[in-house]
């Protein structure tokens, strides 16, 4: 059995509070999840894509970001 090879993915991701909970997600695979504090949902961010990445086959889902820019804009609807 070949051992398994690892991979360095830089990933990007955004936190933004919600209610009581600072929300963390994912901008180059589809994975989000919560904390109640900046650095809780950062390990919690952490480890969700770790378990993401168990199965081979989601490696073909990573996106490669090269820059990330915030914005903001106002709508009336």
């Known amino acids: 059995m070949k051992p398994k090879r690892e991979q360095i993915m830089r990933l990007k991701y955004v936190i933004y509070r919600e209610d009581k909970y ?3 997600q994912c901008l180059n695979v589809d994975v989000s999840t919560f904390g109640e504090s900046i650095q809780e949902a950062q390990q919690n961010l952490k480890e969700a894509v770790e378990l993401y990445f168990e199965g081979e ?3 073909a889902d990573y996106i490669e970001i090269e820059e990330v ?4 804009t106002v709508l009336n609807v």
């Open 22 to 24: 600072y929300v963390a």
């Open 57 to 59: 086959d989601k490696k």
């Open 69 to 72: 820019l915030l914005g903001e």
